[in-house]
Each structure stands twice: as structure tokens, then as C-alpha cells.
């Protein structure tokens, strides 16, 4: 059956759509976007925050709705080797291997280290056959008990983060506002940026108007949409992880004519349960200016960061993960 699709507003077959992008455990769906729109902007939207965003999912050891959750690489800072973390340990991204042979033909030296005595026992032997080598090989194991000291970088704000954080704000709304509203030509721009990226920016990292989006205990995702009647305007805030926060500018010159309280959406994706909200919360009444160009210094982003990843830390240090569940 065909039905308008949210964002080209053709009649299509909708598909199903995670608000929140599963790759972080978002569990809210809803038929939104035609095939063709999803193909279009969807996917790749959905790809960065997974690129960006799931490396603190596998730090938890969350569930994926679908698929485990993805290793992702940091760098010894004293080595500056690649390792590569999967939610349980590090391990080296690649094995090294150094030889030496004076003729090509005759092994001299072999310095090996392996991540596994399986590809250990696959590069002896592999090197056994190329220089023709008999009897066996020494080998011993080399145990690093830790801490390892390594780092990993991450952008908070770019302009695919922008439009899907859009995309998410924009789609909560679709769920919770009759259709006729959200169709309305005031979301018109808001529904080109998410597509195709016409036009100015309609979100941004956002911390300094965003603190009431974390409890600064859980790792919360977060979707808080908010309608400023004396400036006409429609405002989403997104969250996640209780790290990483956004505004998003969802529409301009629009009216209602019923009351229109907060519209809130909180999810504790280690626990994989909704979170209860206070019904009586009112949000600050940010303009377009709070929105899309926050005053907010370099000191005070890296301070709420901070703030964010201790509760990572303390959710890591204080609670043990089992395949997954936490004990």
C-alpha cells in the first residue's frame, strides 16, 4: 500500500526506518522514506553517525539490532602501532613481520609477531615453504597485561553529522505530529537539507543550550523537540551517548492553533529500555541564532566532552558486561 513519503512526498511504499540508527542501538521505528529517498541520503546519513558514534556503542558492548558491534582502531602513543579494540580487548591491527635474507633464497632471521597462535603457525609455515626451511621454528609468547595508553580520533560536527541529526530530529517529529502538520510547507527546507544538502546548514553541535539532555550518570540518547511560538519556530535537540549534542532548525514561520508541550524521546541503549521523562520540563526558548551559531568556546566543548566520557569510564569501570548484558 502507498502512502506519502515524509520527505519527497510522493506516493511510495514506505520502508521501515530506525529514528535513531541501529548501528548505536536506536530501537524507535517507523515507516518513513521510500525506498528511493533512503537510497539517496538515508544510508549514508545513517554511515556517518555509525562512523563517528559507534565506537562508544562497542566500548559498552551494546546490542546491535542487527550485526555485533564493530571494532574500531586507536594508536599507541608510545609505539605508535594501530591496534584495534572490539569491545573486549586490544589487539594489533596487523601482524608484524621482519626477515632477513642476504641471497633472497636463504633465511637469515625471521622477527615475527603474531595475534593468534593460529596466524602465528600459518606465517611459520609460510615461510617455511618460501626459503625452503627445515625443522621447526621458536617461537614464545609475549604477554602486554596493560594499561595500554592509546588514542583515537573523532569529529563531533561536519556537515553529514548536521544533516543527520536533521534527519533524526525531523523524524521523531513525523511520529508525533499529525501528518498534515509535518507536511506542511514550513518543514519544506528542513526536508531539501536532509535530501540533498541545498541551502544553509540546519544544525550544529550545540553543548552550551543542550545540558538538560544528559543526567551525567547514564550514557542517554536523547530526542527533545520544542515549539517557539514567539519566534515561529519548530527546535529539535539530539543526543547521544549523553556525550555528543545537537540543535536542529526544523522549521521557520510556523503556527499552531492546539497546545504543543515538549515532545520527548530518552533511551538508555546499554540497558535497552525507555527512559521516563518529566512531562512538566519546559526547555529554554533558544532562537535561530542559539540554534545554528551557538556561543560556545573551545574550553567549555572540551569540559562537557570530558564530562561526557568520565560517565563512559564509570559505566566501563563499575559494571560487568556478560555477550553483551549487563550484570
Request: charged fraction near 25%.
Amino acid at each position: 500500500m502507498n502512502s506519502l513519503c515524509f520527505v519527497c512526498k510522493e506516493p511510495q511504499t514506505l520502508t521501515s526506518e530506525h529514528i535513531i540508527p541501529q548501528a548505536i542501538s536506536g530501537r524507535l521505528k517507523a515507516k518513513l522514506y521510500c525506498k528511493v529517498c533512503n537510497d539517496t541520503f538515508g544510508h549514508a546519513l545513517d554511515d556517518e553517525i555509525s562512523k563517528q558514534f559507534g565506537r562508544i556503542g562497542t566500548r559498552l558492548n551494546i546490542k546491535r539490532e542487527r550485526g555485533e558491534p564493530q571494532p574500531y582502531e586507536v594508536k599507541e602513543l608510545t609505539s605508535g602501532i594501530i591496534l584495534v579494540f572490539d569491545g573486549k580487548g586490544l589487539k594489533r591491527k596487523e601482524p608484524i613481520v621482519k626477515i632477513t635474507s642476504s641471497d633472497g633464497k636463504k633465511l637469515d632471521s625471521a622477527n615475527i609477531t603474531a595475534r593468534s597462535e593460529k596466524e602465528l603457525k600459518e606465517i611459520c609455515t609460510s615461510i617455511q615453504k618460501r626459503y625452503e626451511v627445515s625443522g621447526g621454528m621458536e617461537t614464545f609468547k609475549d604477554v602486554h597485561p596493560g594499561p595500554t595508553d592509546a588514542e583515537h580520533e573523532i569529529t563531533i560536527d561536519n556537515a553529514l553529522l548536521r544533516r543527520a541529526v536533521s534527519k533524526i530530529a525531523y523524524g521523531f517529529l513525523c511520529i508525533k505530529l499529525p501528518k498534515d502538520v509535518v507536511l506542511s510547507s514550513p518543514f519544506d527546507a528542513v526536508r531539501e537539507y536532509i535530501k540533498t544538502a541545498k541551502g544553509s546548514a540546519l544544525a550544529c553541535a550545540n553543548f552550551i543550550h543542550t545540558q538538560f539532555m544528559t543526567d551525567h550518570i547514564r550514557p542517554l540518547h536523547k530526542i527533545h523537540i520544542v515549539l517557539n511560538r514567539s519566534e515561529k519556530i519548530v527546535v529539535g535537540y539530539v543526543s547521544f551517548f549523553g556525550i555528543y549534542r545537537f540543535t536542529a532548525l526544523l522549521a521557520e514561520n510556523f503556527e499552531s492553533k492546539f497546545e504543543w508541550p515538549g515532545l520527548d524521546y530518552t533511551f538508555d541503549p546499554v540497558r535497552l529500555e525507555q527512559v521516563v521523562g518529566n512531562d512538566n520540563f519546559r526547555t529554554p526558548q533558544l532562537t535561530k541564532e542559539n540554534i545554528l551559531r551557538p556561543k560556545q568556546s573551545k574550553e567549555f566543548v572540551l569540559s562537557e566532552l570530558h564530562k561526557g566520557h568520565k560517565v563512559i569510564e564509570n559505566y566501563v569501570v563499575n559494571y560487568k558486561f556478560l555477550g553483551g548484558e549487563l550484570c
